[in-house]
């Protein structure tokens, strides 16, 4: 099993490479490292809940609607396919090739994006999900586990209730015959609801006259780095200053981060059954890190311009670096990871087959 930061680091370097590019080349590449790890976590995507669209309905919903609006609303490039009438607002004027294609691009890495948090569901459970947020924020913890369990919660209740009413002789048949099943829903949602606020108080969760200054404070303190970290950020874009720029941006980024650790030492949190972190999940951190550095900063070397393609005005040859692309790989290391895995198992259920026949 692979950490659940290890994957969000894993699900932050997808988002790194497929915001940061679109050239086709490597928005192939990425396309299928994702559907790898897709076809590795299968045996673990069982136990949870199945999701909405898959993402090839999803692509080719959002590949086909971004291609046909950023055509007809983007008049631009010298590949002029035909010509809609000028009287039509916005969508009147020269539709391109290069128009298509950008649009094209764009959705797939939309699609992407899609793909890649579709695996994170599959393999990390809700509770899992809600662990990550901080300790300094364990009343938005709360809030969020409360909130993703409601409608499972509401949707189980009903079943019961209508299974119950089914037994009695209760059929649907017009608007009426829902007041039977409606009401005790209702009724059974405020009960959990009470139960569930006389727990928290039973529990402590209202906060204390400290907590809340202390959480003043953190506040004013974490208001404090984020206007560092603009004043950094815009240090280093607008007026040139480089290092003077990065500086107040780590102290602000610093700022932030240490209030919140602070902050969190001070809200005790236990965890039952805790995952340990593992050899894997720093393989899985280090290719997805590799591959994030390698398209966010320059190096010694490196052509990085292959990353910046555009369409516009003529549509030509996407560029390609081979060190780029070996740089995608690292998005590759969960779906091995877990095939290792797999294969290491299903090995030991086979001599263990052999030795009780032999």
Not at 158 to 163: A, E, L, S, T, V
Not at 190 to 196: F, H, S, V
Not at 329 to 344: A, E, K, T, Y
Request: hydrophobic share 55%; glycine share 8%; aromatic share 10%.
């Amino acid at each position: 099993m692979i950490h659940p930061v290890a994957w969000l680091a894993w699900v932050s370097a997808m988002l790194v490479t497929l915001s940061m590019t679109r050239n086709p080349l490597y928005l192939g590449l990425i396309l299928v490292w994702i559907a790898f790890v897709t076809i590795a976590i299968r045996p673990l995507a069982s136990a949870t809940s199945p999701i909405p669209i898959s993402p090839v309905r999803f692509a080719l919903v959002v590949v086909t609607l971004s291609t046909v609006f950023n055509g007809i609303t983007v008049h631009v490039g010298r590949t002029v396919l035909f010509r809609l009438p000028g009287f039509l607002p916005i969508l009147g004027g020269i539709i391109t090739l290069e128009a298509l294609a950008f649009g094209f691009l764009n959705g797939v890495v939309l699609s992407g994006i899609f793909a890649a948090f579709t695996v994170l569901n599959r393999v990390l459970p809700i509770q899992a999900i809600v662990r990550l947020i901080p300790q300094a924020f364990y009343p938005v913890a709360v809030v969020v586990s409360i909130a993703v369990s409601f409608v499972p919660a509401t949707l189980h209740q009903f079943q019961q209730i209508r299974q119950a009413q089914a037994v009695r002789g209760h059929r649907v048949r017009g608007l009426r015959d829902w007041l039977p099943l409606i009401v005790p829903l209702l009724v059974g949602g405020l009960e959990r609801a009470l139960q569930l606020a006389e727990a928290m108080t039973a529990r402590g969760f209202a906060s204390t006259d400290t907590q809340r200054a202390n959480s003043v404070q953190a506040q004013g303190t974490i208001i404090a780095g984020l206007i560092l970290l603009l004043g950094g950020w815009l240090l280093r874009l607008m007026w040139g200053q480089a290092l003077l720029g990065l500086t107040v941006l780590l102290t602000g980024v610093g700022l932030i981060g240490g209030t919140v650790w602070l902050a969190g030492r001070q809200v005790p949190r236990t965890v039952y059954r805790p995952q340990p972190w593992a050899r894997n999940d720093w393989s899985v951190v280090l290719g997805a890190g590799v591959t994030a550095m390698t398209f966010l900063f320059s190096w010694p070397g490196l052509d990085r311009s292959s990353i910046f393609y555009y369409p516009y005005p003529t549509l030509v040859w996407p560029g390609f670096h081979p060190i780029l692309a070996v740089a995608t790989l690292g998005l590759l290391v969960p779906g091995l990871l877990l095939l290792r895995q797999r294969n290491d198992t299903i090995g030991r259920v086979l001599r263990r087959m052999v030795a009780e026949r032999a």
